[in-house]
């Protein structure tokens, strides 16, 4: 073979290993790769097996202090990690590279399947606390003693969309907890609502197949707005509660911070004697509800699709811990048999009236996961997994989740052995004979690996403790074995027309808007009507206002398999709006400042912002910063258009003259203003900031909403009215769509 000019063979000059800056290797600092490992200076990477791996291994110096020395999985010191093994300069890569391989190999298997349903999630530690006894109804140690702290890992999450999809889709929120109590890992895996779609396990993989992307075209992605999804639901009448709800703002959420969180299913408390006591579980924000509007949720997910991760993680690693109280609703078997509905039917909720709900502990999310993979995405929650002294209902769909959990995480992580992964493993005692497996990480010593055995009791292993140990609660079943749903589980529309009576104007407008947007994005009328004829069961002015949006004609009404009771009272509990917080605690206000924006302003807002608990961030022309009035310069978190008013729950714009000339003539800063203001944002404005207000056509609408910021007195005012987080009002008087009664 000719020989290449020297001229043209590159690897003839070029170095071992590319210059650092080309490999973005600024922990590499003065030395050259071939030198110095590429672990950053700070990384603390600790492995499942390998602490010792972190704290003996070797270390030596580079710029930035002592750094481990890179070894393959294997512990061998690498020299290279830059070049592969080749032949020559230029010649062939050997199959004797091991590290190669080996670094391919792990590479080329780093992904796990992701969870079929609620895929897309992002999870916190924290701790429970009891705050009230709950020993007079139930054995469970983590109900025993006020002031215990128990641990805690709470994943939240979407349910359609996959890993990669956006936060603010709307989405109904998963919110499962694991409480790693001293009686084993209790799983509470609730979501945000409090009922669901269908009433029999049986039922979930075609709900779940409907509103994922369709089988052929695999769109649309991370929502319910398409024609197999509105079919389905069409076609199950059992859904129309839970469908209330998710056309609500609470699929909208503002945060996972601002959530509710619900077990859904009735449970039971079993004292010591056995007595069962049910119940529902339910976490109150201690942050009050709140939710976005669907416009500016849409706008938020090309903003920010990480609006929700980012919101937790910045909150916890600020030192605003989120909190939520653990409330119980406690019945018995008599309030079961009067009530209106099936306990055992999780499309019913019993209204906060009825029975109310007992705060008995509070969960704090005080820590943010080491490394999401290990954590969030590892961690597998079960149903199934509760302490003694709580216990299932028969209530079917609890039953077949029971089933199908443990399921899905052999599908996911790949072993028997998930529980020995440090995330899912409980933090009490275990001992057992269950042995080897995959990745086996906690094997037992001795002997005896069954039981009975006669090996003593220092040699024979653990034995059953009929006392502390879980006992199911002695019910009596039985009947002819069939395939039924129970008459009492035959109400569809009852509780569906009571959510939507109990909820704000502004709520119902809600209501109404989501479903015309829904059903618009369905391509087949015939379902879009079959959706208004179940909705003239729920309320007939909604039915109204869906057909009207649709320009459909009113379809007869569905017929209902029960009579629907129509004088449900209305529950103030179910509304978000009348469960908002009585302050801006935890909220961000979103600053827009330009060149020469009054000093003092800003920082009479900064101390107001300060002084409620709230944070704030900075929107500039530049993304270097604003100079103000008195000549500081504040450095921004966005340039204008990276930062639009959807991030935030306010805003101010402070600007001078010149700059509000300047952002007059553009379209980003015109669209943050427009955008607050159709989003019903408090607003406080500068006197020189009303000009873009006139550029961008709004001026004449200004509203109570709306206030002036005349000098620094003016600041406290505006972050004490902006605790109402919206002025609804707007919507109502603006909006083409609001109901004309309202
Ligand atoms: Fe489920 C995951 C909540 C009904 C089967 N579910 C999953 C997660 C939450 C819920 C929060 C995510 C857990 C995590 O963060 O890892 N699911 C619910 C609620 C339901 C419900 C509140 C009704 C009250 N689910 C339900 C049924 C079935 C499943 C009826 C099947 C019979 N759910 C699953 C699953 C998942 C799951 C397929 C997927 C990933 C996982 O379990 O770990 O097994």
């Not at 079919?231 to 056309?247: A, C, G, K, N, R």
């Not at 409620?612 to 310069?633: M, N």
């Given at each position: 073979?000719?020989?290449?000019?020297?001229?043209?063979?590159?690897?003839?000059?070029?170095?071992?290993?590319?210059?650092?800056?080309?490999?973005?290797?600024?922990?590499?600092?003065?030395?050259?790769?071939?030198?110095?490992?590429?672990?950053?200076?700070?990384?603390?990477?600790?492995?499942?097996?390998?602490?010792?791996?972190?704290?003996?291994?070797?270390?030596?110096?580079?710029?930035?202090?002592?750094?481990?020395?890179?070894?393959?999985?294997?512990?061998?010191?690498?020299?290279?990690?830059?070049?592969?093994?080749?032949?020559?300069?230029?010649?062939?890569?050997?199959?004797?590279?091991?590290?190669?391989?080996?670094?391919?190999?792990?590479?080329?298997?780093?992904?796990?399947?992701?969870?079929?349903?609620?895929?897309?999630?992002?999870?916190?530690?924290?701790?429970?606390?009891?705050?009230?006894?709950?020993?007079?109804?139930?054995?469970?140690?983590?109900?025993?003693?006020?002031?215990?702290?128990?641990?805690?890992?709470?994943?939240?999450?979407?349910?359609?969309?996959?890993?990669?999809?956006?936060?603010?889709?709307?989405?109904?929120?998963?919110?499962?907890?694991?409480?790693?109590?001293?009686?084993?890992?209790?799983?509470?895996?609730?979501?945000?609502?409090?009922?669901?779609?269908?009433?029999?396990?049986?039922?979930?993989?075609?709900?779940?197949?409907?509103?994922?992307?369709?089988?052929?075209?695999?769109?649309?992605?991370?929502?319910?707005?398409?024609?197999?999804?509105?079919?389905?639901?069409?076609?199950?009448?059992?859904?129309?509660?839970?469908?209330?709800?998710?056309?609500?703002?609470?699929?909208?959420?503002?945060?996972?911070?601002?959530?509710?969180?619900?077990?859904?299913?009735?449970?039971?408390?079993?004292?010591?004697?056995?007595?069962?006591?049910?119940?529902?579980?339910?976490?109150?924000?201690?942050?009050?509800?709140?939710?976005?509007?669907?416009?500016?949720?849409?706008?938020?997910?090309?903003?920010?699709?990480?609006?929700?991760?980012?919101?937790?993680?910045?909150?916890?690693?600020?030192?605003?811990?989120?909190?939520?109280?653990?409330?119980?609703?406690?019945?018995?078997?008599?309030?079961?048999?009067?009530?209106?509905?099936?306990?055992?039917?999780?499309?019913?909720?019993?209204?906060?009236e009825l029975v109310p709900v007992r705060v008995v502990g509070r969960l704090v999310l005080d820590r943010v996961v080491d490394n999401f993979f290990a954590e969030?995405?590892?961690?597998?929650?079960?149903?199934?997994?509760?302490?003694?002294?709580?216990?299932?209902?028969?209530?079917?769909?609890?039953?077949?989740?029971?089933?199908?959990?443990?399921?899905?995480?052999?599908?996911?992580?790949?072993?028997?052995?998930?529980?020995?992964?440090?995330?899912?493993?409980?933090?009490?005692?275990?001992?057992?004979?269950?042995?080897?497996?995959?990745?086996?990480?906690?094997?037992?010593?001795?002997?005896?690996?069954?039981?009975?055995?006669?090996?003593?009791?220092?040699?024979?292993?653990?034995?059953?403790?009929?006392?502390?140990?879980?006992?199911?609660?002695?019910?009596?079943?039985?009947?002819?074995?069939?395939?039924?749903?129970?008459?009492?589980?035959?109400?569809?529309?009852?509780?569906?027309?009571?959510?939507?009576?109990?909820?704000?104007?502004?709520?119902?407008?809600?209501?109404?808007?989501?479903?015309?947007?829904?059903?618009?994005?369905?391509?087949?009328?015939?379902?879009?009507?079959?959706?208004?004829?179940?909705?003239?069961?729920?309320?007939?002015?909604?039915?109204?206002?869906?057909?009207?949006?649709?320009?459909?004609?009113?379809?007869?009404?569905?017929?209902?398999?029960?009579?629907?009771?129509?004088?449900?009272?209305?529950?103030?509990?179910?509304?978000?709006?009348?469960?908002?917080?009585?302050?801006?605690?935890?909220?961000?206000?979103?600053?827009?400042?330009?060149?020469?924006?009054?000093?003092?302003?800003?920082?009479?807002?900064?101390?107001?912002?300060?002084?409620?608990?709230?944070?704030?961030?900075?929107?500039?022309?530049?993304?270097?910063?604003?100079?103000?009035?008195?000549?500081?310069?504040?450095?921004?978190?966005?340039?204008?258009?990276?930062?639009?008013?959807?991030?935030?729950?306010?805003?101010?714009?402070?600007v001078s003259a010149e700059g509000a000339k300047l952002l007059s003539r553009d379209a980003a800063a015109k669209d943050?203003?427009?955008?607050?203001?159709?989003?019903?944002?408090?607003?406080?404005?500068?006197?020189?900031?009303?000009?873009?207000?006139?550029?961008?056509?709004?001026?004449?609408?200004?509203?109570?909403?709306?206030?002036?910021?005349?000098?620094?007195?003016?600041?406290?005012?505006?972050?004490?009215?902006?605790?109402?987080?919206?002025?609804?009002?707007?919507?109502?008087?603006?909006?083409?769509?609001?109901?004309?009664?309202?």
């Open positions: 073979m000719a020989k290449k000019p020297a001229s043209l063979d590159k690897s003839a000059k070029s170095p071992k290993a590319p210059a650092p800056a080309d490999i973005g290797g600024a922990d590499i600092g003065a030395e050259s790769p071939q030198k110095a490992s590429r672990v950053p200076a700070n990384a603390e990477i600790t492995f499942a097996y390998g602490e010792a791996q972190a704290d003996g291994g070797e270390t030596h110096q580079v710029a930035g202090g002592d750094v481990a020395t890179l070894t393959t999985q294997q512990g061998m010191p690498v020299a290279d990690d830059q070049n592969s093994l080749k032949q020559g300069t230029r010649g062939p890569t050997l199959l004797e590279d091991f590290h190669f391989r080996e670094k391919m190999f792990h590479f080329d298997h780093e992904r796990i399947p992701e969870r079929v349903v609620h895929a897309r999630g992002y999870a916190a530690h924290g701790f429970f606390e009891l705050t009230d006894s709950l020993s007079d109804v139930s054995r469970a140690d983590v109900f025993q003693r006020v002031g215990e702290r128990t641990p805690a890992f709470v994943r939240f999450s979407t349910v359609a969309g996959n890993k990669g999809s956006f936060d603010l889709a709307r989405d109904v929120r998963g919110f499962a907890v694991k409480l790693y109590t001293q009686e084993g890992n209790w799983d509470l895996v609730g979501n945000n609502i409090p009922v669901f779609f269908i009433q029999d396990a049986i039922k979930f993989p075609d709900l779940v197949h409907s509103v994922k992307p369709a089988p052929d075209r695999e769109f649309p992605q991370a929502q319910s707005a398409h024609d197999n999804f509105w079919d389905f639901i069409s076609l199950t009448p059992e859904s129309f509660h839970m469908v209330m709800w998710q056309m609500s703002d609470r699929t909208i959420p503002r945060s996972f911070r601002t959530m509710e969180g619900f077990g859904v299913h009735t449970f039971r408390l079993l004292d010591a004697a056995g007595k069962s006591t049910f119940v529902k579980f339910h976490w109150k924000p201690k942050q009050g509800l709140q939710s976005v509007v669907w416009n500016e949720a849409v706008k938020i997910n090309g903003a920010d699709p990480d609006f929700h991760r980012r919101d937790l993680w910045d909150a916890i690693n600020s030192g605003d811990f989120p909190e939520w109280e653990l409330g119980v609703q406690l019945f018995d078997d008599a309030f079961a048999d009067s009530f209106d509905f099936d306990v055992l039917d999780a499309t019913k909720l019993i209204p906060e969030t995405e590892q961690v597998a929650f079960c149903t199934q997994n509760v302490p003694p002294g709580i216990d299932f209902s028969n209530d079917p769909l609890l039953q077949g989740r029971n089933f199908s959990y443990l399921d899905t995480q052999i599908k996911r992580l790949g072993s028997p052995n998930f529980t020995h992964i440090p995330i899912n493993a409980p933090k009490c005692p275990m001992a057992h004979f269950q042995q080897d497996g995959h990745m086996a990480m906690h094997n037992p010593k001795g002997r005896a690996n069954y039981e009975p055995n006669s090996w003593g009791p220092t040699q024979g292993g653990p034995r059953e403790d009929p006392v502390r140990g879980f006992t199911s609660f002695a019910e009596v079943a039985e009947g002819p074995k069939q395939r039924v749903r129970s008459e009492t589980f035959a109400d569809h529309y009852s509780q569906a027309r009571q959510f939507f009576v109990s909820q704000t104007p502004i709520e119902q407008k809600h209501i109404g808007d989501a479903l015309v947007f829904e059903l618009s994005k369905v391509e087949r009328p015939d379902i879009r009507s079959r959706v208004v004829s179940h909705l003239r069961n729920v309320d007939t002015a909604l039915a109204t206002t869906v057909a009207d949006g649709l320009g459909l004609a009113m379809p007869d009404a569905a017929v209902a398999a029960r009579e629907p009771i129509t004088d449900l009272p209305a529950s103030d509990k179910l509304s978000i709006v009348k469960n908002g917080p009585d302050s801006f605690k935890g909220r961000k206000l979103g600053i827009l400042l330009s060149d020469g924006a009054d000093a003092a302003l800003f920082k009479a807002l900064l101390k107001a912002v300060d002084g409620e608990g709230a944070v704030y961030e900075v929107i500039a022309p530049k993304i270097a910063g604003a100079t103000l009035s008195d000549g500081t310069t504040v450095a921004a978190k966005h340039k204008i258009d990276g930062g639009p008013s959807v991030l935030f729950d306010a805003v101010a714009l402070l943050f203003v427009t955008d607050a203001f159709a989003h019903c944002k408090y607003i406080a404005i500068s006197a020189e900031a009303q000009a873009i207000f006139v550029a961008a056509g709004i001026a004449d609408d200004l509203d109570e909403a709306c206030l002036l910021l005349a000098t620094a007195a003016d600041a406290p005012a505006f972050i004490e009215a902006a605790r109402a987080l919206r002025f609804w009002p707007r919507e109502l008087a603006v909006d083409l769509d609001a109901h004309p009664q309202t």
